[in-house]
């Protein structure tokens, strides 16, 4: 029997009927999959047997689904409600803009990728390639910032499912908010990245499909009258500053939230390798382009064809007045089978966009927190962080304003991990320093609340504070200044302190690191990870550039340039521990492939971080290990003099002579 428009308790049953099968089936699919076809797939297998699998499903997906999961975990349900409502106030200029904005920082992740896997191939996340590149500390300032900035996208997501039910369903945000949590939770426990990224195939698919037959609809339904340059709208609908705004603004916002979302950076280690990486990035980007492009006509068009109260209607549902016939029908709710169909698309979409940040965010516990331990603690991980987020999206916030400020926190802090991360020459690391990273976002947010204060002050410093650095971070409708101002002096200061350091080191003035100043704070090792105790084991070495980097077998016959001591050993003093030099020897010899004794010689006469010559009484083995990182542990002062070292056993840089490291001795 077919549902009258006026059938509320009808079109509400069809709704929540089809839409929480659409997520069971997903959800089943998920585990249906990981049961009894992964192990069917090379490589699939080894992803649920360990961790680091379990997190990164390394060297696993082809381009095609590489692409699809670029695209699921990008496009969520906030496009149902953010470019629609976006479109009707920054005009088509910023419709433009935010899709094509998107877009990029897909295939800036997926070349960035490319230079990360070449230069740090052990790295398992974001937070082990800022520690390879930079030090513990920075890595402990970006996993907070990671944290915080996918848990801010996931409350966003479940506010706007929560909120579409509520305020166009008619029903109340909290059971369909539950039942996404409960399901999506359930299949991203059991199969982490490997079953986000099958599920992100069909629900991309899918999503791609409802979206055609929806752009359909428009184009055989819409009929209003557009008046010629957008009519009393044009302000609003043509150029105008928001819309120029956007030029700049959705670019650099969307770049820093996506650098600083773990859940993209798992596509570039579960790549099979650069090519499924790099193509899947760019098909991925047209496909988003496209489909946030689409969401934000649909809101233009309704706002251009006067289907818009903007007086009363709901700014999250501008998308819905496109569906309607006349302005005078009001505040849309549902009642046609199109309608309905949205909802599963947000549905569906909403799902994927959740366990790509579900995944995200256990990958970024998990690889800092939780490295030696078991599986099952990565699994508690995904549920344990869903309940506060599900809790705190009931109040039914402001999703651009959530956006906003995981958006400006990003701008403030991911220049310098992009130079960073090109840059690793000796200059690049001795001025791009962790301690230089750790100043530039310090600083920079600072900043931005000293420039919010100023352009709002009332003449009171402490109403004008708190008042400007609300504006700045919740308040401000993406406008340009502000990001602007985020984004310019990250870099500035990141530069003048690292030029300034390396022009005193030049005159023979030498400092002390951030990770060398709080290394004498209890308890700060434990909590950076820098170093932590590990069982006897035989001695692993990685390569002079940065820790990540393996070097030949040692033991093996094809000996690297020169010759080792027959029964010595290679102690590593991590770069992060002495900011005042380069990040080993291949910033001598611009090599990482093999080891030149005079270079070490030369390198020990100088306060370098790199490799050093103990001399052992037993062999030791030699062998690349999968994480550098995640295993360094004090060495105690070595009995035996070492060659070119002071006595004591000490590096010259540490303050205090402070140890050595090293992974363990067989």
Not at 131 to 141: K, Y
Not at 216 to 244: H, M, Q
Request: hydrophobic residues 45%; charged residues 10%; contains cysteine.
């Amino acid at each position: 029997m077919a549902l009258s428009e006026t059938d509320t308790e009808g079109w509400l049953a069809l709704s929540y009927a089809l839409v929480i099968s659409a997520l069971v089936a997903f959800a089943a699919y998920a585990v249906l999959y990981t049961k009894f076809f992964s192990g069917k797939h090379k490589g699939e297998s080894e992803t649920l047997e360990s961790t680091a699998g379990f997190i990164t499903a390394r060297n696993s997906q082809s381009m095609w689904r590489i692409s699809w999961s670029f695209y699921a975990g990008s496009v969520g349900a906030w496009c149902i409600t953010g470019p629609p409502g976006y479109a009707t106030f920054a005009g088509w200029l910023g419709m433009v803009f935010y899709a094509v904005a998107t877009g990029i920082p897909i295939i800036l992740i997926a070349f960035l990728g490319t230079k990360v896997q070449e230069k740090w191939p052990t790295a398992n996340s974001l937070g082990d390639f800022v520690m390879l590149r930079f030090g513990p500390t920075a890595r402990l300032l970006t996993i907070i910032v990671t944290l915080f900035n996918m848990s801010i996208f996931m409350l966003a997501e479940f506010t706007t499912i929560g909120g579409l039910f509520q305020d166009f369903v008619g029903s109340v945000n909290y059971p369909i908010v539950i039942v996404v949590g409960i399901l999506t939770t359930a299949y991203t426990a059991y199969g982490g990245l490997l079953v986000s990224i099958v599920t992100d195939q069909v629900q991309a698919i899918l999503s791609l499909l409802i979206l055609a037959v929806v752009t359909i609809y428009v184009a055989a339904t819409f009929r209003e009258d557009l008046p010629e340059n957008f009519g009393e709208l044009e302000d609003f609908l043509g150029p105008n500053k928001s819309g120029y705004s956007a030029i700049f603004v959705m670019p650099l916002s969307l770049i820093s939230a996506t650098v600083f979302n773990e859940g993209m950076w798992q596509r570039v280690w579960a790549a099979q390798d650069e090519r499924a990486l790099k193509m899947g990035g760019c098909i991925a980007c047209v496909w988003i382009v496209i489909a946030v492009f689409l969401y934000g006509l649909f809101g233009f068009l309704a706002a251009w064809g006067g289907l818009i109260d903007f007086e009363t209607a709901n700014p999250n549902l501008y998308m819905f007045q496109v569906f309607r016939s006349g302005p005078g029908e009001g505040q849309a709710t549902v009642s046609k089978w199109v309608e309905v169909l949205v909802l599963v698309l947000a549905a569906t979409m909403n799902q994927s966009a959740i366990d790509s940040l579900m995944n995200g965010i256990t990958a970024t516990l998990s690889s800092h927190f939780l490295r030696r331990e078991p599986i099952m603690y990565a699994r508690f991980c995904v549920v344990l962080i869903s309940i506060p987020i599900c809790a705190v999206a009931l109040k039914n916030l402001s999703v651009l304003q959530i956006f906003l400020t995981g958006n400006m926190l990003g701008a403030c802090c991911f220049m310098p991990l992009v130079i960073g991360g090109y840059w690793d020459s000796p200059l690049g690391c001795r001025v791009v320093s962790e301690s230089a990273y750790i100043f530039s976002a310090i600083t920079t947010v600072l900043i931005t609340i000293a420039y919010g204060t100023g352009r709002q002050w009332n003449g009171n410093l402490g109403e004008s504070i708190e008042y400007g650095a609300k504006y700045n971070w919740v308040l401000q409708g993406y406008e340009w200044d502000y990001f602007l101002v985020a984004w310019g002096f990250s870099w500035v200061t990141l530069f003048l302190f690292g030029f300034t350091a390396e022009a005193l080191r030049m005159n023979g003035i030498e400092g002390y690191g951030i990770s060398e100043l709080l290394g004498v704070v209890p308890g700060f090792h434990a909590l950076a990870q820098d170093s932590k105790e590990q069982g006897p084991g035989p001695l692993h070495t990685c390569c002079m550039g940065c820790l990540g980097k393996p070097v030949e077998d040692l033991s093996s016959s094809s000996e690297p340039q020169g010759k080792m001591p027959a029964g010595s050993a290679m102690v590593f003093v991590p770069p992060q521990q002495n900011d005042r030099g380069v990040n080993g020897l291949n910033g001598l010899n611009g090599q990482n492939n093999g080891v030149q004794p005079e270079l070490q010689q030369q390198q020990m006469s100088t306060p370098l971080a790199g490799f050093y010559p103990v001399f052992q009484p037993a062999p030791v083995q030699f062998s690349t290990f999968p994480n550098p990182a995640e295993m360094w542990q004090p060495y105690p002062a070595p009995q035996q003099p070492m060659m070119g070292m002071p006595p004591n056993g000490m590096h010259p840089g540490f303050p205090m002579g402070g140890p050595m490291m090293t992974h363990g001795l067989a």
